[in-house]
């Protein structure tokens, strides 16, 4: 069926008939398969299924001329929204802002909000933010001691006697791979003038 010069008047007695007033092609003889079912449903007569195929072939055109006549307004309405300057872009804007203003004053937000703002000022919530306060601080101060300590302890150990002869050491295992430089100076103990020579290995 040509949907161009379909008549899309409800009311009209030619309505899903082409511009000749013709039947379609889908409803040849004026009912949809009555000749191609040789069974009908128990207790239905020919006639009766002529008139049901006949009613589903009207509410059939009827439902195809409703998809023309939104298609045209679907258009209609582009057209309208383009001059108008309006996007999908903008109509999204503002459905997402109508939206949220929708939720901010639904009743489920509202007494979400109260509730929150409830725990905020009980005392359980106040002494849990007080009391983690606090131990932020003390944790705080702790670690501070704590470096002030082991900064003090490795240089007490920098100066024992232990830590100066195992410098001592590892001056002269330098010494050794390194050797005397390129200028003729030998490399030095970091605390002595005449580095020990060891034949040992490693």
Partial sequence: ??????????????????PAGGVDSLTEGGAMGVAAVNTLPPGLTEEEAEELYSDLAKVEEEI??????LLAKEKHSADLKRKLGLSPLNELKQNLAKGWQDVQTS??????????????Q?????????????????TTAAFST???V???????????PTFKSFEDKVGNIKYMVVGPRGNGEAVQSPTE????QDNAPF
């Fill in 146 to 148: 704590m470096g002030t």
């Fill in 193 to 196: 003038t005449n580095p020990v």
């Fill in 122 to 138: 009980s005392e359980a919530y106040k002494k849990t933010s007080e009391t983690l306060s606090v131990a932020g601080q003390k």
């Fill in 1 to 18: 069926m040509d949907p161009v010069g379909q008549d899309i008047n409800l009311n009209s007695p030619n309505k899903g008939l082409g």
């Fill in 64 to 69: 195809n001329t409703l998809r023309q006549v």
């Fill in 150 to 160: 082991l900064s003090r302890k490795l240089g007490d150990m920098r100066n024992s």
């Fill in 107 to 120: 009743n489920a937000y509202l007494t979400a909000s109260e509730t929150l703002d409830g725990i905020a």
